[in-house]
């Protein structure tokens, strides 16, 4: 039987409930109704079982960038030479998300981008980074 997951309409990462911090020692966790999602530590509400089980079985995902907080574009709309602050990482792979944390992109982290074509290049720290379109669209940021 497979576990059910939640799916973060921030980021769009699916997880399992008990991989949050809430379900690892919150004091408040039997009484709050609220999750924390382990990838970009958004908190909102669970849906009941009915409503996540009709969304698999009419095939809905999580809303792209209508749903973005103020301030919030994905890195792909930044112009080249702006800096900005890694709010969280899009997409539903996790094995990307691993790889792009391993070139420090976390949230927090400030980044600047160099040029968005024929790659979009991005300077993290002291590493500079080629990243194809459809990733930048997946990387979250607040412009500086």
Same mark, same amino acid.
Not at 7 to 23: M, N, Q, R, S, Y
Not at 87 to 112: W, Y
Not at 122 to 130: F, H, I, K, N, S
């Given at each position: 039987?497979?576990?059910?997951?939640?799916?973060?309409?921030?980021?769009?990462?699916?997880?399992?409930?008990?991989?949050?911090? @809430?379900?690892?020692?919150?004091?408040?966790?039997?009484? @709050?109704?609220?999750?924390?999602?382990?990838?970009?530590?958004?908190?909102?509400?669970?849906?009941?079982?009915?409503?996540?089980?009709?969304?698999?079985?009419?095939?809905?995902?999580?809303?792209?960038?209508?749903?973005?907080?103020?301030?919030?574009?994905?890195?792909?709309?930044?112009?080249?030479?702006?800096?900005?602050?890694?709010?969280?990482?899009?997409?539903?792979?996790?094995?990307?998300?691993?790889?792009?944390?391993?070139?420090?992109?976390?949230?927090?982290?400030?980044?600047?981008?160099?040029?968005?074509?024929?790659?979009?290049?991005?300077?993290?720290?002291?590493?500079?980074?080629?990243?194809?379109?459809?990733?930048?669209?997946?990387?979250?940021?607040?412009?500086?």
């Amino acid at each position: 039987m497979a576990a059910d997951l939640l799916t973060c309409p921030l980021c769009g990462f699916a997880f399992e409930k008990v991989d949050t911090l @809430c379900a690892h020692g919150c004091p408040l966790g039997a009484m @709050c109704h609220l999750v924390r999602c382990p990838g970009c530590g958004y908190e909102f509400p669970e849906k009941p079982r009915t409503v996540s089980w009709m969304d698999r079985l009419l095939g809905r995902t999580a809303t792209g960038g209508a749903d973005l907080p103020e301030g919030v574009r994905p890195l792909a709309e930044l112009e080249s030479g702006a800096a900005a602050t890694v709010a969280c990482l899009g997409g539903k792979n996790g094995d990307r998300h691993g790889t792009l944390s391993v070139f420090g992109f976390l949230p927090g982290a400030e980044i600047t981008l160099l040029q968005q074509r024929p790659a979009c290049v991005v300077r993290v720290g002291e590493t500079e980074l080629a990243i194809d379109a459809d990733i930048a669209r997946e990387i979250l940021v607040r412009p500086v």
